[in-house]
């Protein structure tokens, strides 16, 4: 039958009793599976390799949530070598069969739902609420990528030349490596593999290490869809032992990458060399980082951008890509947002995620503890300290990692901080003289992902829609919180290349188009 049409799908509501007791349930189940061997699944097969990696969660390490099997070069030959050869039928299968697939991955993962965020609380210390929306995300995706694909999928006629029938279709352009982040690690990764794998292509799939538990989770959902055993590799490994040897492997068409700029340019300068036997030009999609800015008027609804700005600096530990880092305040509203933003971020509980009484807890790992707190310093030699606070010590005494909440103030652009992506909960305010200057100001850096303005002014609105440039601009409203197809996510300039994420361009990157004509 025809499917219905495209709907974002509602994550549980926790103010309601029964949803609410249904997810302390979820995390009680999955903890009595913790501990255990995470195989690689290589061409539908379960491989044990010698190298492993313990995945520990963030609010208290000592407790191992699984223990994770390595790639290293050879098994990744193993993958792109099954991959390649599961490609030639797969390309074949009709468009509209390949996207029943991703359809049954979404029932199984709206089937789990609290399962699936659970695990994300545990091993990356997500709030229940951004644990949901994150398998919420990634049920859109693919419910979203199978309707695009029945959409592209049937040839069709170009012109109307009499004696002449021309026809223009797709094909997946072959084996795809995904190299997924760990930030948002069921949606994004399903989202490139979901478009990989509905476009035709076969994918080699590398979670971030420090989400790969989560990461299993694919296994488990093209394993309930019964996609057919090779076109989908799960190979979780170290960036350093097989990340350049995946990207470097001739056999590779296509490299759909999120992560941080550092990576993202590496990848791209690589993958534009050829090797031998190589027999197509590499395509790369890279997502990559942001400095975003939210821009408060003099006239803003200071209820609503205090909130905002609260929740998109600091709402998962200001570890999305989305986050705002930087507050741009018009000088007239300085003192009153300011106050304002002191109050409220002193207001909110810190503490562990797996309590969703906590509005902030640990960063994702040791190294990124390590990272935030290099930046704090430089923060706080370059301003001044508006809002500091610390997690209660009997949380930081189970050596979770826990950096400060962190809002300095008096920075201009040309401080590092300003300019460099901290990936974690350490706010900028800067100040601006009036809004044409703030719009200035937000524009300042390489990165053009997302941004935000608060203003009742529709003149100012329309002046942000077209000076400031980013990927993703929302008016009144929070950087974050992307939502498939309604808000196609992605950037430009150091953010990215590719089309958008969740829209309708999304699967063409994946697929060489073919016109064939006949003389009739
Ligand atoms: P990262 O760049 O450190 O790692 C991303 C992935 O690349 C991981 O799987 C990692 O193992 C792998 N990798 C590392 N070295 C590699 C190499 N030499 N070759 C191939 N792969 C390699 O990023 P992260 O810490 O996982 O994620 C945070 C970053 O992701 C931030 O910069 C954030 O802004 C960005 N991000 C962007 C978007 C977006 O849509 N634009 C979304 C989420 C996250």
Same mark, same amino acid.
């Given at each position: 039958g025809?499917? =219905?049409?495209?709907?974002?799908?509602p994550?549980?509501d926790?103010?309601?009793?029964?949803e609410?007791?249904?997810?302390p349930?979820?995390m009680?189940?999955?903890?009595?599976?913790?501990?255990?061997?995470?195989?690689?699944?290589?061409?539908?097969? =379960?491989i044990?390799?010698?190298?492993?990696l313990?995945?520990?969660?963030?609010?208290?390490?000592?407790?191992?949530i699984?223990?994770v099997?390595?790639?290293?070069v050879?098994?990744?030959d193993?993958?792109v070598?099954?991959?390649?050869d599961?490609y030639?039928?797969?390309?074949?299968v009709?468009? @509209?069969?390949r996207a029943?697939?991703?359809?049954? &991955?979404?029932?199984?993962?709206k089937?789990?739902?609290?399962?699936?965020?659970?695990?994300?609380?545990?091993?990356?210390?997500?709030?229940w609420?951004q644990?949901?929306?994150?398998?919420?995300?990634?049920?859109?995706?693919?419910?979203?990528? /199978?309707r695009?694909?029945?959409?592209?999928?049937?040839?069709?006629r170009?012109?109307?030349?009499?004696g002449?029938y021309s026809q223009?279709f797709?094909?997946?352009?072959?084996? !795809?490596?995904?190299? &997924?982040?760990?930030?948002?690690p069921l949606a994004?990764?399903?989202?490139?593999?979901?478009?990989a794998?509905?476009?035709? *292509?076969?994918?080699?799939?590398?979670?971030?290490?420090?989400?790969?538990?989560?990461?299993?989770g694919?296994v488990e959902?093209?394993?309930?869809?019964?996609?057919p055993?090779?076109?989908?590799?799960?190979?979780?490994?170290?960036g350093?032992?097989m990340?350049?040897?995946?990207v470097d492997?001739?056999?590779?068409?296509v490299?759909?990458?999120?992560g941080s700029?550092?990576?993202?340019?590496?990848?791209?300068e690589r993958?534009?060399?050829?090797?031998?036997?190589?027999q #197509? *030009?590499?395509?790369?999609? &890279? =997502?990559?980082?942001?400095?975003n800015g939210?821009?408060?008027?003099?006239? !803003?609804?200071?209820d609503e951008?205090?909130?905002?700005?609260?929740?998109?600096?600091?709402?998962?530990?200001?570890?999305?890509?989305?986050? *705002?880092? @930087?507050v741009?305040?018009?000088?007239?509203?300085?003192? @009153?947002?300011? #106050?304002?933003?002191?109050? /409220?971020a002193e207001?909110?509980?810190?503490?562990p995620a =797996?309590?969703?009484?906590?509005?902030?807890?640990p960063v994702?790992?040791k &190294?990124?503890c390590?990272n935030?707190l290099n930046y *704090?310093?430089?923060a706080?030699?370059?301003?001044?300290v508006l809002?500091?606070?610390? !997690?209660?010590l009997?949380?930081?005494?189970?050596?979770g990692?826990y950096?400060?909440?962190?809002i300095?103030?008096?920075?201009?652009?040309d401080h590092?901080?300003?300019?460099?992506?901290?990936?974690?909960?350490?706010?900028?305010?800067?100040?601006?003289?009036?809004?044409?200057?703030?719009?200035d100001?937000a524009?300042?850096?390489?990165?053009?992902?997302?941004g935000a303005v608060?203003?009742?002014?529709?003149? #100012?609105?329309?002046?942000?829609?077209?000076?400031?440039r980013v990927g993703n601009?929302?008016?009144?409203?929070?950087?974050?919180?992307a939502l498939?197809?309604r #808000?196609?996510?992605?950037?430009?300039?150091?953010?990215?290349?590719?089309s958008?994420?969740?829209?309708?361009?999304?699967?063409?990157?994946?697929m060489?188009p073919?016109?064939?004509?006949e003389?009739?």
């Amino acid at each position: 039958g025809e499917l =219905e049409p495209f709907n974002n799908f509602p994550p549980s509501d926790f103010t309601i009793k029964e949803e609410r007791d249904a997810f302390p349930e979820s995390m009680s189940k999955i903890r009595k599976d913790f501990g255990q061997r995470y195989p690689l699944y290589i061409g539908g097969q =379960e491989i044990i390799t010698d190298d492993t990696l313990d995945s520990y969660n963030p609010a208290d390490p000592s407790e191992i949530i699984g223990t994770v099997c390595q790639a290293g070069v050879a098994e990744v030959d193993k993958a792109v070598a099954v991959a390649k050869d599961a490609y030639l039928d797969w390309r074949n299968v009709e468009p @509209r069969e390949r996207a029943q697939y991703l359809l049954k &991955a979404a029932q199984y993962c709206k089937d789990n739902i609290n399962d699936l965020s659970a695990m994300q609380v545990l091993e990356v210390g997500k709030q229940w609420d951004q644990a949901q929306g994150d398998v919420a995300e990634a049920i859109d995706f693919l419910e979203y990528y /199978a309707r695009e694909m029945i959409r592209l999928g049937d040839p069709k006629r170009m012109g109307n030349s009499p004696g002449e029938y021309s026809q223009y279709f797709y094909q997946g352009k072959g084996v !795809a490596a995904v190299i &997924a982040p760990w930030n948002f690690p069921l949606a994004i990764s399903v989202g490139m593999v979901s478009a990989a794998i509905v476009s035709g *292509c076969s994918v080699v799939y590398k979670p971030a290490g420090i989400s790969s538990a989560v990461g299993y989770g694919l296994v488990e959902m093209f394993k309930a869809a019964g996609l057919p055993d090779g076109v989908f590799n799960y190979t979780p490994g170290r960036g350093s032992v097989m990340g350049d040897h995946l990207v470097d492997h001739p056999d590779v068409s296509v490299i759909a990458f999120t992560g941080s700029m550092e990576v993202g340019l590496r990848i791209q300068e690589r993958a534009a060399k050829v090797h031998p036997g190589q027999q #197509h *030009c590499k395509k790369v999609i &890279a =997502e990559m980082g942001g400095k975003n800015g939210i821009i408060i008027d003099d006239d !803003a609804d200071l209820d609503e951008a205090v909130l905002g700005v609260l929740y998109a600096a600091f709402g998962f530990q200001g570890q999305k890509c989305s986050a *705002c880092s @930087r507050v741009i305040v018009v000088d007239s509203i300085y003192d @009153r947002f300011t #106050h304002r933003l002191k109050e /409220a971020a002193e207001s909110v509980k810190l503490g562990p995620a =797996e309590d969703p009484s906590n509005y902030m807890g640990p960063v994702v790992d040791k &190294a990124a503890c390590q990272n935030v707190l290099n930046y *704090c310093k430089i923060a706080e030699e370059e301003g001044k300290v508006l809002v500091k606070r610390e !997690a209660p010590l009997e949380y930081r005494e189970k050596s979770g990692c826990y950096t400060p909440m962190l809002i300095v103030e008096g920075i201009t652009r040309d401080h590092r901080i300003a300019q460099e992506e901290v990936f974690g909960p350490v706010l900028s305010v800067m100040r601006a003289k009036d809004f044409k200057e703030a719009i200035d100001i937000a524009n300042s850096t390489r990165f053009a992902l997302t941004g935000a303005v608060y203003s009742r002014s529709p003149k #100012h609105l329309d002046l942000a829609t077209r000076e400031f440039r980013v990927g993703n601009l929302y008016l009144n409203k929070p950087s974050v919180g992307a939502l498939v197809e309604r #808000h196609a996510f992605g950037g430009f300039k150091m953010s990215g290349v590719g089309s958008k994420a969740g829209g309708p361009d999304y699967l063409l990157q994946f697929m060489d188009p073919r016109l064939v004509c006949e003389n009739t």
